[in-house]
């Protein structure tokens, strides 16, 4: 790749972003389509200051993770009625100092799913009420799916559940609930929660897939768990590709190189 004087400028915007993938999958993305780009991950506390700073400086689309997702809305000009229901925005474009916000990660556990199941009328155990459930829970109820959603604190899976028409109950309750799909969206997984699963091992039978959006170098719990008892998995690092390459076709207009992202995505991964 050569950079010169006409290089744009991508990047991802939160705290922290050392050990981000996302620079891999885009980096990768414009090679393979001769784009003159690049893309860096910004470590910053203030999504105020990076979004003038992208104003400024011309840079034309970040992504946005945690913990800016929700507060980043108040420096765009313009989020779209998705971001909106969904109360955060994961990508920005900016169009001559014009910045938009929308959020694809809807899109990325919605396709993440459908690589391996069908979504319509299943019936979807969503554990956890954060942010990134809420993403999920727009996505899979648009696509058509029952969705139950299971949370530590039951006042919040109760919320998200009338927002979104779902039914709700607390985590320590699942074993009293239908599905066949299982999606965590806690951080049950994560450092410095690693090698734990939100779910007793003896809950995984019943469901025939199970997904976690939850990603590291390794396999999590849930997941080893959950291949032990014959589910087909989906780790969390599909989600994240996927989110990742809806964000490429809304910067560029273009259709994401997917296999060239997951490549770049599964080799980054692993280093
Ligand atoms: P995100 O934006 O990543 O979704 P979040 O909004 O902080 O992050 O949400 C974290 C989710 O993980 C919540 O559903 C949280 O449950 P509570 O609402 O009860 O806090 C869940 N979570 C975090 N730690 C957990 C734990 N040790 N056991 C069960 N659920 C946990």
Redesign the pocket.
């Known amino acids: 790749m050569r950079i010169d004087a006409s290089t744009e400028l991508f990047g991802i915007i939160g705290r922290p972003v050392g050990h981000s993938l996302s620079p891999a999958m885009h980096n990768a993305a414009f090679e393979h389509w001769g784009i003159n780009a690049v893309y860096l991950a910004f470590e910053t506390d203030s999504p105020a200051k990076a979004a003038d700073a992208a104003r400024t400086l011309g840079i034309k689309g970040l992504s946005v993770t ?1 913990p800016h997702k929700e507060t980043i809305m108040d420096f765009l000009d313009e989020i779209d009625e998705t971001a909106r229901q969904i109360g955060a925005v994961n990508t920005v474009k900016n169009l001559e100092g014009h910045l938009s916000g929308t959020n694809t990660d809807w899109i990325g556990a919605v396709e993440a799913l459908r690589a391996v199941t069908e979504i319509k009328g299943r019936r979807i155990v969503v554990l ?6 809420r993403a999920a829970v727009y996505g899979l109820t648009r696509a058509g799916a029952l969705v139950h959603i299971a ?3 039951v006042e ?1 899976a109760g919320q998200l559940a009338r927002e979104f028409g779902c039914s709700f109950s607390g ?1 320590d309750e699942l074993s009293q609930t239908e599905g066949d799909i299982l999606i965590n ?4 997984g994560m450092t410095p ?1 690693q090698n734990i699963s ?1 779910v007793p091992e003896k809950e995984l039978d019943r469901f025939s897939v199970v997904m976690d959006i939850v990603y590291g170098s390794k396999k999590t719990r849930l997941i080893t768990d959950a291949e032990r008892h014959g589910c087909r998995t989906v780790p969390g690092t599909q989600m994240l590709l996927h989110q990742a390459a809806a964000q490429f076709e809304y910067w560029t207009e273009r259709q994401a190189p997917f296999e060239v992202m997951k490549k770049a995505l599964l080799e980054a991964a692993t280093r």
């Open positions: 945690v956890g009420a954060g942010g990134s459930a949370n530590r604190t919040k985590l969206t806690t951080s049950v929660l939100p």
